[in-house]
């Protein structure tokens, strides 16, 4: 019931995550980071994911990719269950699929040339002709706006944020993947060149036909490049539902909550300060019923006793709610 | 904007030796602040904010070259011994840094850092520091509090680590506090609980307080005056509401149009500014933001504008060809 609620997507699923459950076992303990998270994502669509610091959004992310082995459930990718996979058959998977990370600078080799950070992929992947390779490199270094013929010999400090994020981009692109996780590929750049690397990625998804799952703490920067947004509360989801339609009318009080966060550039808005203070529980030891009931206005007992499952809330919009806004 | 100033920076200049040739890191920038007020300074990754702030603050790196005048609170800051400064920093001029680890000393437990600060600049016994550390804590929004001053810097989150830093710089009651990108390394919900908290506090104690940041949403709110710095220099400066109303610098504009904005449709194109500024070594002859600029003319490559007032005195720009005048020609 609950991957139908959270489908409702229009044409074939590229990719379809089904009660996900990813656990980090630390001492005797065990950290809760993703659980029981299912979504669909459509060919040529960008989901957004958007939830606090902590709350599952890269685990959930590695554990598509297999990158790390979940816990429990299903990854369909283009119908293949990812989970099941190993060896030759996932590497091939593995072209298809790639990653770009938040912090660009740290993600490339700082000892290695741009040119063979690259082409690393393409090496990995078994492309042996050299020419070939530099023909490719060169390709996709001028797709994301770089000159290959100033940037190829020289090695990642001498670029900005900006820039190593570019390179980052080329190097997930150059071996044309259908799919890319965006895990905060803009969080560590300024305003200015946020915008410059949010429209390069709208480019390049344009271009390549790809599918995104863009990752980030942001709702703005979110809402800017997401065709639908699903919001993530200490290893679960809360709401998913259609960018324009989730961000007027929110129907989870977590997803308010973000909303309200945000600084809005305009002095006339005073900013409000019903903001809860408080930050996420553990995951180690996460409320029982409702994660969100101890930071939730509208908790009562019903919460802290029963999981909200997602429900539909509105035509595409599903809220894991007792006491949904709408 | 009020006659009691507490801090006038005049004419600073920051100049940085590096391998590539001098840096001109601050270049002849004024400001002034009077007491309670708050100043937003607004400008990208490189700009001058944080040598600015370490220049007020007297923490520059060993080898700059600190020229103008910094006054605080009636004290010529450049001219003051060192014992006397380190005492002023502690005391009446706090400062919070983005990574709340760069003022927190990690082998130390939250306890101890608390109520040694407050027993360096006031005079209280074990007890009443101890007394007041918690007071403190909570007042920043720590829960359990007593517990906390037990416990090590890396045991608390980002947020509660920041807010540990915070509760360090009001400890001693400042008359200003600055705080350099406070919330840049926080979440959404995080930063906004910490910008709420400064600011209460801020009224609370009638405190000034410098915020920096790269982002024209954080200050709409919460400032009385924002500066906009660009390659080192003050290029737009007014009145919060008055900046916000009526930008009259273009790289303003472009840094207000650049951030994504929630009643925009998925998928539009921002107007993000193209290039990167220009690098600090090689300063330009003319505006700095001329590459950048899309109303450059020739004279904005060749000539420097000043920083000047316009119609208000309080509404400063450094611009050959401001916004609304090149609207009203017709350009
Ligand atoms: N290797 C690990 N071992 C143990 N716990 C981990 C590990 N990696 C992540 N965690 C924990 O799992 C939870 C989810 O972490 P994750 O990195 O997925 O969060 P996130 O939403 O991506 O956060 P951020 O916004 O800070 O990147 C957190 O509580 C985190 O501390
Ligand atoms: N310790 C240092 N030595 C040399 N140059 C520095 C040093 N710290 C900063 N800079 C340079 O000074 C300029 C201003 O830096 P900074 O004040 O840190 O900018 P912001 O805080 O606005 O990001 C930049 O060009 C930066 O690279
Ligand atoms: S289920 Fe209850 S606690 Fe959870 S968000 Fe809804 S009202 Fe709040
Ligand atoms: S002086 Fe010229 S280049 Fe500089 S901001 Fe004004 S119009 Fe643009
Ligand atoms: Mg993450
Ligand atoms: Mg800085």
């Known amino acids: 019931m609950m991957q139908q609620a959270v489908s409702a997507v229009s044409g074939e699923p590229l990719l379809t995550v089904d009660d996900l459950v990813v656990e980090y076992p630390v001492g005797q303990k065990i950290v809760h980071a993703v659980s029981g998270v299912s979504l669909q994502i459509a060919r040529g669509e960008t989901l957004g994911l958007v939830g606090e610091s902590g709350c599952g959004k890269s685990t959930l992310g590695r554990a598509v990719l297999q990158l790390r082995r979940p816990t429990a459930g299903r990854v369909l990718f283009d119908g293949h269950d990812l989970t099941t996979m190993h060896g030759d058959a996932l590497r091939k998977m593995r072209r298809r699929v790639q990653l770009i990370f938040q912090d660009p600078i740290a993600s490339l080799n700082p000892r290695r040339k741009i040119g063979d950070i690259v082409a690393e992929p393409l090496v990995i992947a078994g492309v042996k002709d050299p020419e070939k390779r530099k023909q490719l490199v060169e390709e996709v270094l001028s797709a994301v706006g770089l000159d290959p013929a100033i940037v190829v010999g020289r090695l990642p400090h001498e670029f900005s944020g900006g820039q190593c994020q570019r390179i980052c981009i080329a190097r997930a692109l150059i071996l044309n993947p259908e799919f890319i996780v965006c895990d905060e590929p803009v969080s560590a750049l300024d305003v200015s060149i946020r915008a410059q690397i949010l429209n390069l990625l709208e480019e390049m998804k344009g271009r390549f036909g790809l599918t995104l799952l863009f990752i980030a703490h942001d709702l703005a920067v979110v809402k800017a490049v997401s065709d639908r947004v699903a919001v993530m509360y200490l290893g679960r989801l809360c709401e998913v539902g259609p960018s324009e339609q989730l961000f007027a009318r929110p129907a989870h009080p977590y997803t308010a909550l973000l909303i309200e966060a945000i600084p809005v550039p305009d002095p006339d808005i005073r900013p409000t300060e019903s903001v809860p203070v408080g930050e996420p529980p553990s995951p180690i030891a996460p409320p029982s019923g409702c994660r969100f009931r101890t930071r939730c206005p509208r908790a009562d007992a019903r919460c802290s006793a029963e999981v909200p499952e997602l429900r539909a809330v509105a035509p595409g919009q599903f809220a894991a709610c007792h006491h949904p806004l709408i | ?331």
Do not use: W
């Open chain 2, 1 to 331: 904007m009020t006659d009691n100033v507490l801090l006038s920076v005049e004419d600073v200049v920051v100049d940085l030796p590096t391998p590539r040739g001098n840096l001109r890191a601050v270049d002849r920038v004024n400001l002034t602040l009077g007491a309670g007020q708050t100043l937003g300074v607004v400008g990208e990754s490189g700009c001058g904010k944080t040598m600015l702030s370490r220049a007020i603050l007297q923490l520059l790196p060993k080898k700059a070259k600190l020229s103008g005048r910094v006054r605080f609170d009636g004290e010529d800051l450049l001219r003051l011994p060192a014992e006397k400064l380190r005492q002023l920093r502690g005391r009446s001029l706090a400062v919070v840094f983005q990574d709340p680890m760069t003022s927190l000393n990690p082998v130390l437990t939250i306890g101890t850092q608390l109520i040694e600060t407050l027993q360096e600049h006031l005079e209280l016994d074990d007890a009443a520091a101890t007394r007041r550390s918690v007071e403190l804590l909570a007042a920043v929004g720590i829960p359990a509090p007593e517990q906390r001053l037990a416990q090590y810097p890396h045991q608390l989150s980002g947020g509660m680590r920041q807010r540990v830093a915070i509760a360090i710089a009001l400890s001693c009651e400042p008359k200003l506090l600055i705080a350099d990108e406070p919330t840049t390394a926080l979440d959404v919900t995080i930063q906004a609980q910490i910008l709420d908290l400064l600011a209460r506090e801020q009224r609370r104690r009638h405190m000034a307080m410098i915020i920096i940041t790269h982002d024209l949403g954080v200050v709409a709110g919460r400032t009385d005056e924002v500066a906009v710095m660009y390659a080192g220099r003050v290029v737009e400066r007014a009145p919060t509401a008055a900046l916000f109303k009526k930008m009259r610098m273009p790289y303003t504009e472009a840094l207000l149009a650049a951030l994504p904005r929630l009643d925009a449709a998925p998928h539009t194109p921002l107007p993000a500014i193209s290039g990167r500024p220009p690098d600090p070594t090689r300063p330009l002859q003319g505006c700095s933001f001329a590459p950048r600029c899309r109303y450059a003319v020739a004279r904005c490559r060749t000539e420097k504008p000043a920083l000047e007032a316009a119609e208000t005195s309080a509404h400063q720009f450094a611009c050959f060809h401001p916004i609304e005048i090149r609207e009203g020609a017709g350009a």
